[in-house]
C-alpha cells in the first residue's frame, strides 16, 4: 500500500492519477482493474483529498472539459493527445555551466491554493528553495513553466528570470 508522500510524490493531483489510470499497464491502471479499493484508498490520500463520489465526478468532468479526456463512440473515455502529453514525464536537459531560471513569487493569501499548487510545479520542475519565494533551477524548464503559468493564470504573480550563477 501506497503512502501518502509516495504518491505525491508520483503524481501532481487526483485528476493526474485518474489520467494515468487510463493508460493500459500503468499502476494504476492496474489498481484501478484489479485493486479498486485500492485504487480508491489512493486516490484519497492524494492532496489531502476526501475522494468522495462528487469529487470523483467532478475530477472526471473537469478532465473532459479541459481536453484531457474524450469519450469515443462506444463510450469509453480516450485519452486526448493534450492529456498524453499532460502526464508525460517531463526530464529537462541542464543549462549551460552556472546558469539558472530564478523564480519568484507573491501570491496573496485569498489566492492561497494556487501558491501550493505552483510550489508543486516548482518542485517537479528540479526547482530548489532559496528563500521562501524564490526558486532556483539548473535545468532548462523555461517553455514548460510559462506554459504551466499561463494555464494557471498565474501571470500577476510570477516573476521568472534567466541568471549566471557567480561563485565567489
Do not use: C, H
Request: aromatic share 10%; hydrophobic share 30%; charged share 35%.
Amino acid at each position: 500500500m501506497s503512502t501518502k508522500n509516495e504518491l505525491q510524490k508520483k503524481y501532481r493531483s487526483s485528476t493526474d492519477y485518474i489520467l494515468k489510470s487510463l493508460i493500459p499497464y500503468s499502476e494504476p491502471n492496474i489498481k484501478l482493474a484489479y485493486k479498486p479499493n485500492q485504487f480508491f484508498d489512493d486516490l484519497e490520500k492524494l492532496d489531502g483529498w476526501q475522494a468522495k463520489r462528487k469529487s470523483l465526478r467532478t475530477s472526471y468532468y473537469r478532465a473532459i472539459k479541459k481536453g484531457l479526456l474524450e469519450i469515443d463512440e462506444t463510450g469509453i473515455p480516450r485519452l486526448t493527445e493534450k492529456g498524453k502529453n499532460k502526464i508525460k514525464v517531463y526530464k529537462p536537459k541542464k543549462l549551460g555551466k552556472n546558469a539558472r531560471i530564478l523564480v519568484t513569487f507573491d501570491i496573496p493569501e485569498v489566492e492561497k491554493r494556487k501558491r501550493e499548487r505552483l510550489r508543486v510545479l516548482l518542485r517537479e520542475l528540479y526547482f530548489k528553495q532559496v528563500q521562501k519565494s524564490v526558486w532556483e533551477t539548473e535545468y532548462d524548464v523555461i517553455d514548460y513553466l510559462k506554459a504551466e503559468i499561463e494555464e494557471k493564470r498565474l501571470q500577476p504573480y510570477v516573476n521568472v528570470y534567466e541568471s549566471l550563477k557567480i561563485n565567489l
